[in-house]
């Protein structure tokens, strides 16, 4: 399921990353690689601040929606 299906405060490992290579790349420079586990702190005007790799990230849900993690 996409990132953006998640609830605050759960914790989800991310499978895949969908999108084009560039858009894939650019995540990959903020930690979102596959096998990372990933939480989401906020939904904020339209982004979603997660917690990653032990850092604070804001992303859009346009990018959040390219972001595959486990089910629960």
């Known amino acids: 399921m996409p ?5 605050i405060g759960e914790v989800h490992k991310i499978l ?3 999108g084009q290579e560039k858009s894939k790349k ?3 420079s903020l930690g979102f690689v596959e096998g990372a586990q990933v939480t989401i702190v906020s939904y904020n005007q339209g ?3 997660v917690n990653i790799k032990e850092s604070r990230v804001a992303i859009s849900q346009e990018m959040a929606h390219k972001i595959m993690v486990e089910g629960a």
């Open 3 to 7: 990132l953006t299906f998640v609830g």
């Open 16 to 18: 895949k990353i969908k």
């Open 26 to 28: 650019f995540l990959e």
């Open 47 to 49: 982004n979603i601040i």
